[in-house]
């Protein structure tokens, strides 16, 4: 009869996380040893191998990669579990692994670390940025506990909590500044030099949304990453871009570009907390969720 043991799950989530023996037996606090042969007796009572060796490379074979999520469910159920047992301790009094978009993580942290230091001193926080997508699999697999993300969160795992709506702005060159005539209305043929964000960026999407009948035909092979190459791309006469509310003063510093209002009602996106149905952490998320709104009213 096949037992695996919670531990080899553990040891075997951290091997296919990091794909690397040594660093997954230091992030397990054993050593590699220990960590491999719990592996291969984890191997040896499934009947299949887990792992492929060899050339420096460590690879899930197909039936790892079948077996990863259901370990990942069964081992983000028991860590609910420990958590349902400690819910009479404080808030926010132990580790959060926390995902936010990139769109928003440069300008909510710097203010939302010091108050989070400040008000939950025994809170060990991990920080992971990441597009959306990526931030739901990791969040509904338990690799994290909960994500910050633009709306909508399509995800039948997950459920939300609407932090703040975020008003959208656009950011033009400084010479076109006086032309354009703000506010900006969203039939602008202005935004026909719309540049956008990589696929897999939810503001990517916001912003062909807000275009309405104008279609982008600037620089869209370009793949940015990030806002902040958007606004020195603008800054030197390339196009125009989206700027998010949050991010407004740091678009304000750049030299050589203004930001515009859009025509009310300007359009926005909905920032949300979300974390897994399942998890009992509620305590925590309501503090998390209550110290982002503050912050956002100040």
Known sequence: MTRLTL?????????????????????????????????AEMEAQLGFQLFERGGG?????????????????ILAEVEDLEHMARRDQNALGERFRLGIIPTVAPFLLPRLLPKLKQDFPS???????AVTDTLIQETSAGR?????????????????????????????PEVDAERLAPPVAQESMALERLMLLEDGHCMRNQALAICGMVKPITMASLGATSLMTLLQLVAHGFGVTLVPEMARE????QQGLRVLPFVDPAPARTICLS????????????ALSKTVKDLHRL
């Open 123 to 129: 809170l060990r926080l991990e920080v992971r940025e």
């Open 144 to 172: 994290l506990d909960g994500m910050i993300a633009a709306a909508p969160i399509e995800s039948p795992q997950l459920k939300s909590e609407m932090l703040f709506e975020d008003r959208f702005y656009l950011a033009v």
């Open 57 to 73: 490379a460590v690879r899930l074979t197909q039936e790892a990669q079948e077996l990863r999520p259901r370990i990942e469910r």
């Open 250 to 253: 740091s678009a304000d510093a």
């Open 7 to 39: 531990r080899q799950m553990q040891y075997f989530q951290r091997l296919a996380e990091l794909l690397h023996f040594g660093r997954a037996a230091a992030a397990c606090g054993v050593t590699q040893p220990a960590l491999s042969a719990q592996i």
């Open 275 to 286: 974390w897994r149905k399942t998890n009992t952490r509620e305590a925590d998320f309501a």
